[in-house]
C-alpha cells in the first residue's frame, strides 16, 4: 500500500487478563443519544455569520478540452461575491502520498478537485461560484459560459486497454513494463506478483479451471452528501469544519493544493455521515476555502446526490481472470490471476491492495497474479470497504466452488484443505502469524445454517474473505480533571460511533474507573499530533493501542504522586482496580489513593495529570472471514432473494460485541447491494444514467433477511487486547457467496455482475 | 422577489419564517429555522432522511414546499423526546446498536413512530416493508428493525 514499514513502529504484546469493560457491551454510547435526539453536528449542519453558499460548475461531458471559461457574466450577477477557477489555484508537479488505503498524487488531486486543460468525466469540476443564497449560487453557475472541444471518451477498462482507444494522458506511459514504452497508454501501471512457478504448478493438477469476471462500479453510498465550511481569516489562516474519515489528511492536502502551511489550517471533522473509504480525499474543502478568501466571508458547501455519483469515487469496475489447478485429492497446486481495475480519470486505483488479498486465504505454493491499472473517463475512484477486494474475490471464490464441485469435495473441506494458517507464505512477501481462518471455516461447518434444509429454487453458497489492518500514526491525550474524571482526545476518526465506546471501555479498564467518569473527545487538527485517516479498519485497533499507552502514561505518573506522598520508592507502588497501592514492604502502611485523591493532589506534586501517545502503530492483526448465504431464485422473473446469511468472522477480541456484529450486518447488506444491484450506467456519451437512489438502488430493509453473526477470537499477538480490524472483512464474499448460491439453487455460474433479474433469466435460459 | 409570510406549528410550538417560493420545507427547517436534525440525503424523495410528520402524515420534507405549510402542523425529530426523556424508540435505538454513523437515524425514528401510530403490533415484515423508504447504509437494518420491534412491544405495555 505505499506505506513504509518502519522498525520504529509501536506494538503492545497481548496480555491475557481479567477484563471487567472490554468484551462486555456498554449500555449507552457516547454518540449514541446526540445522535437519536437529532443534536448531533454533521458537517452540512454548520453555519457561520456571513457565511455565503458555494456551488460548483461541472462538465457536462465525459472528455473534453476547455477552450475557454468566460465568468464575467456570473460574477455581474447581484449576490455573487466570488467566482474561481483554474486560475486561482497553483498547478502541482507529481508528488505522491498515502490517503487511506489509496494513494493520491497531488498533480492530480489538484486536477480533480478543479479541471485545468481538460475535463475527463461527466460531473469534472471546472468553476465554483459563492453567493449570499444557494440560488443565486445555482443562477451564477448557469451564467458561466464555457467552450469545450468534445474528446472521443472511453468508459469500459478493457476497451481503455486497447492500443486504440482513446487516451486521457498524453503523458501516461505504463509504468512496471521495461523498457519504457514509446506511446502513452491509459494502462498507467502493470504490476506482477509471484510465488514459485504457477505453470509447473499446473502441470501437478489433474482439474483445472480458468474463468473470466466482469464486475461494475459501485458507489461507498454514505447517506451524508460531502459537506464543508471554510473561513479564511485575516494572516492567512484557514478553518474548515468537514464530513471526513482523516482530518489531519485533509489538512495535509489543502496545504498542498493550496501551498499553505500546515499549521495555518485547522480541520475540524464533524460527525461523519458516513464514510467507507470515500471520504478519505477533499473535493469541496479547497474550493471553498478560496472562495472563502476571494470573497472575505465564510463559504458553504454541500454536494447534492447528483454530484456525489458522478463526481466522487466509486469503486473500480473490473475486468478479471482466474485460473486455479487442484490435485483430485483437493490440493490446490498453482493458481493465477489477472486484474484490470478502472481507477477513473486519474491513475491510483485499489489494484495494489486487491493484488495482495487474491489468494491469501490458501496455502498455495505457485502464484502468479498480474495487474494493471487503467484510467478511463469516469470519477477518479476512491477506496470502499476493503477497496478492489470483492471483485477479485468473486473471481477467485466462484472457482474454488467450482473446483470443489467438479472435485466432489464439500466447498468447506476444499477450503480447510487448502486454508492459509500460521507460517504459510504469501505471495506478496511476508509469513502470516497467528490467523483464525480455519476457525471461522470449522465454526461455519458446525453452524446452525449448515444444516436448515433448502426448499426448491433454493441453494447455500459459501465464499471467504480476508483483509489487513493497519496501523500507522496515531496520536492520544488522556487528560485526568481535578475531580479524577478523565477526558481522552483521540485523533482517529470515529467513522460510525463504534470506537469513541471502545475507547471509554479501555480507558476504563486500564485505569479502573467506571465508564460515566470518563469523556472521549474528537480532537481537530490543532489538539493533536498527526493521525493517519480512519482507513485500513484501523480505527478501533490503532486507536484503542494509543488510549492503552496514554492510559498507561497517566498511571505511571499516578504512581509517581502516590510515591512522593508516601516518600517510598515508586517500585513500592502498584496500580491495581482505579488506585494507587503500597506494594513490597510497604502493604499496610498507608490506605490506597483514588484517581480522585491522586488528582486533587497533583498541583503540588509536580503539575496536571495527564497521559500521551504518539506513536506509529505496527502490527495489526489480519481479519478472515467466512459467509453462508441461503438464496430462492424467482425462475420466473430472474429476481434472487437473499433468504438466509450467516457471517462468521475473527475478531481478534470483541471489545463491544454488539457493535462487532452490527459492523458485520452492514458490510454483509452493503455486499448483497453490489451483488444483486448496484452499478454505475453510463450511456453512449459516456454520461452517467443514474446518478439517484431511485436508479442506483441500494438495499432497503424489506430486501435483505437478518444476517446470523459468529464471532471467531483468535487474539492478535500485536494488541494488547488483541483486537484485529474487523470492519471490512464483511463485504468481500457476498458476491461470490451469493453467486455459488445461485448455482446451487439453478445449475448457473454468473460471471458478470451485477447479478439482476435480467442476467439471471438470461443465463437460465442458456442452461 | 418577496418572500412568503408562512405560520405554522412545529413540535408544538407556533413558528413564524419567511421562504422563498422555491425553498422545500426541508430548506426552511434547517436553513432558516435552524433545525438541522433533519437530514438531506438525496432532496429528491429517495432516502427518507428528511422525513418529517405533516398533520400527522409521514412526508418527505424535500418534497414538500415551505409555502405549503402554512397552519399546518410539523413534527421533526426535535420534538421527538420529553425534555430528558427519550421516546421508546430513541431508547431502544440506542440499546440495540441500531444506529452507526447516525445519519438517516433521525428519519428513520420519525418513520417509525409514524409506522407504530398506524400499526402498533407490526410483524417483523411489516416493519421491515414500513421502514423501506429510509436508506440506511451502516446497519444493514436488522437491529432497527428489532429496536423498532422491541419498542412496538413496550408501547403496547406487552
Not at chain 2, 438531506?40 to 424523495?45: H, I, K, L, N, S
Request: glycine letters at 10%; proline letters at 5%; a negative charge.
Amino acid at each position: 500500500m505505499g506505506l513504509k514499514p518502519t522498525p520504529y513502529g509501536t506494538a503492545i504484546p497481548f496480555e491475557e487478563k481479567e477484563l471487567k469493560f472490554v468484551g462486555k457491551n456498554p449500555t449507552e454510547r457516547p454518540d449514541a443519544i446526540e445522535k437519536v435526539t437529532g443534536r448531533a453536528r454533521y458537517a452540512a449542519d454548520y453555519s457561520l455569520p456571513g457565511q455565503l453558499f458555494g456551488k460548483v460548475l461541472r462538465s457536462p461531458h465525459a472528455h473534453a478540452n476547455i477552450l475557454s471559461i468566460d465568468t464575467s457574466a456570473a460574477e455581474a450577477l447581484p449576490g455573487v461575491k466570488a467566482v474561481v477557477t483554474m486560475d486561482d489555484f497553483p498547478d502541482l508537479e507529481v508528488e505522491i502520498a498515502a490517503a487511506g488505503e489509496l494513494m493520491v498524487n497531488f498533480r492530480d488531486v489538484t486536477r480533480n478537485v478543479m479541471a485545468r486543460e481538460k475535463v475527463l468525466y461527466d460531473g469534472h469540476p471546472l468553476a465554483a461560484v459563492a453567493a449570499t443564497s444557494n440560488a443565486i449560487a445555482k443562477r451564477a453557475l448557469k451564467l458561466i459560459k464555457v467552450e469545450y472541444e468534445v474528446l472521443p471518451h472511453v468508459i469500459d477498462v478493457v476497451e481503455a486497454m486497447q492500443p486504440d482507444a482513446p487516451i486521457l494522458h498524453e503523458d501516461q506511459f505504463t509504468k512496471g513494463v521495461d523498457p519504457k514504452p514509446e506511446k502513452p497508454s491509459n494502462i498507467a501501471t502493470r504490476i506482477e506478483s509471484k510465488l514459485g512457478n504457477s505453470e509447473e504448478g499446473f502441470k501437478k493438477a489433474d482439474v483445472i479451471i480458468e474463468r473470466h469476471f466482469n464486475t461494475k462500479a459501485a458507489h461507498q453510498g454514505y447517506i451524508e452528501p460531502h459537506a464543508c465550511v471554510a473561513n479564511y481569516t485575516e494572516g492567512g489562516y484557514a478553518e474548515v469544519w468537514t464530513s471526513t474519515q482523516g482530518h489531519f489528511v485533509f489538512r495535509s492536502q489543502i496545504a498542498k493544493i493550496l501551498k499553505m502551511d500546515l499549521a495555518k489550517i485547522t480541520v475540524t471533522p464533524a460527525e461523519l455521515g458516513g464514510g467507507f473509504g470515500g471520504k478519505n480525499t477533499v473535493y469541496l474543502e479547497p474550493l471553498a476555502i478560496v472562495l472563502s478568501k476571494k470573497s472575505r466571508h465564510p463559504v458553504k458547501m454541500v454536494m447534492t446526490r447528483d454530484e456525489v455519483f458522478r463526481a466522487t469515487g466509486p469503486t473500480s469496475g473490473t475486468n478479471t481472470k482466474v485460473k486455479i489447478g487442484a490435485t483430485k485429492d483437493g490440493k490446490i497446486t498453482g493458481a493465477q490471476a489477472e486484474l484490470n481495475y478502472q481507477s477513473g480519470a486519474f491513475a491510483g486505483s485499489s489494484l495494489s491492495m486487491a493484488a495482495v488479498t487474491v489468494f491469501t486465504r490458501y496455502d498455495i505454493e505457485n502464484i502468479l497474479v498480474i495487474g494493471h491499472d487503467v484510467t478511463c473517463n469516469r470519477p477518479k475512484v476512491a477506496a470502499y470497504r476493503a477497496p478492489g477486494a470483492p471483485m477479485i474475490a468473486f473471481g477467485v471464490e466462484s472457482v474454488i466452488d467450482e473446483l470443489a464441485e467438479k472435485l466432489e469435495i464439500d466447498p468447506i473441506e476444499f477450503r480447510l484443505t487448502n486454508a492459509a494458517k500460521e507460517g504459510t507464505q504469501t505471495h506478496f512477501g511476508p509469513k502470516l502469524g497467528p490467523i483464525g481462518f480455519v476457525e471461522t471455516l470449522e465454526a461455519a461447518k458446525a453452524s446452525e445454517h449448515m444444516k436448515m434444509p433448502l426448499g426448491p429454487n433454493q441453494g447455500r453458497g459459501i465464499a471467504t474473505g480476508f483483509w489487513f489492518t493497519i496501523g500507522n500514526e496515531t496520536s492520544s491525550t488522556l487528560n485526568i480533571a481535578e475531580d479524577g474524571t478523565a477526558s481522552f482526545v483521540y485523533g482517529t476518526v470515529d467513522v460510525a460511533g463504534g470506537s469513541r465506546a471502545v475507547f471509554t471501555q479501555i480507558v476504563a479498564e486500564e485505569l479502573g474507573i467506571p465508564l460515566e467518569s470518563i469523556r472521549v473527545v474528537q480532537s481537530n487538527t490543532t489538539s493533536l499530533g498527526f493521525n493517519f485517516t480512519t482507513a485500513g479498519s484501523r480505527g478501533t485497533a490503532a486507536g484503542s493501542m494509543a488510549a492503552v499507552k496514554a492510559s498507561r502514561d497517566a498511571v505511571a505518573r499516578m504512581c509517581d504522586i502516590a510515591a512522593k506522598i508516601w516518600d517510598v520508592d515508586i517500585d513500592e507502588v502498584a496500580w491495581e482496580d482505579g488506585h494507587a497501592r503500597p506494594a513490597g514492604a510497604n502493604v499496610g502502611d498507608f490506605d490506597p489513593l483514588s484517581v480522585a485523591d491522586l488528582a486533587k493532589k497533583a498541583a503540588y506534586y509536580g503539575g496536571t495529570i495527564a497521559g500521551h501517545a504518539e506513536l506509529n502503530v505496527v502490527g495489526g492483526g489480519p481479519g478472515f472471514g467466512t459467509h453462508i448465504i441461503d438464496v430462492e431464485v424467482d425462475k420466473g422473473t430472474g429476481a434472487v432473494k437473499v433468504l438466509r446469511y450467516s457471517v462468521i468472522q475473527d475478531a481478534g477480541k470483541a471489545v463491544f460485541p454488539d457493535y462487532v456484529k452490527a459492523q458485520f450486518h452492514g458490510g454483509a447488506v452493503q455486499g448483497i447491494g453490489m451483488a444483486l444491484n448496484e452499478e454505475y450506467i453510463y450511456d453512449e456519451n459516456g454520461i452517467m444514467e443514474n446518478p439517484g437512489f431511485l436508479d442506483y438502488r441500494m438495499p432497503v430493509a424489506s430486501d435483505v433477511p437478518n444476517i446470523d453473526t459468529i464471532i471467531v477470537e483468535v487474539p492478535n499477538p500485536n494488541h494488547p487486547y488483541g483486537v484485529r480490524g474487523i470492519g471490512e472483512v464483511p463485504i468481500i464474499p457476498p458476491l461470490a457467496a451469493i453467486a455459488n448460491a445461485i448455482h446451487d439453487a439453478t445449475g448457473i455460474r454468473l460471471q458478470d455482475h451485477p447479478m439482476s433479474p435480467p442476467k439471471v433469466l438470461k443465463a437460465m435460459s442458456e442452461l | 422577489m418577496s418572500k412568503h409570510h408562512i405560520t405554522t406549528t412545529i413540535n408544538g410550538d407556533e413558528v413564524d419564517f419567511l421562504c422563498e417560493t422555491s425553498q422545500t420545507l426541508l430548506d426552511v427547517l434547517r436553513d432558516e429555522l435552524h433545525l438541522t436534525g433533519t437530514k438531506e440525503g438525496c432532496a429528491t424523495g429517495d432516502c427518507g432522511a428528511c422525513s418529517v410528520s405533516l398533520d400527522g402524515v409521514l412526508v418527505c420534507s424535500c418534497l414538500v414546499l415551505g409555502v405549503e405549510t402554512g397552519g399546518k402542523k410539523i413534527e421533526t425529530i426535535e420534538g421527538m423526546a420529553d425534555g430528558d426523556e427519550l421516546h421508546p424508540l430513541q431508547r431502544k435505538f440506542v440499546e440495540h446498536v441500531a444506529l452507526q454513523c447516525g445519519i438517516c437515524t433521525p428519519g428513520l425514528l420519525v418513520a417509525a413512530r409514524s409506522l407504530l401510530a398506524k400499526n402498533p403490533d407490526p410483524t417483523e415484515e411489516e416493519v421491515r416493508f414500513g421502514l423501506a423508504g429510509n436508506l440506511c447504509r451502516c446497519t444493514g437494518y436488522q437491529n432497527i428493525v428489532n429496536a423498532v420491534l422491541d419498542a412496538a412491544a413496550e408501547m403496547r405495555g406487552a
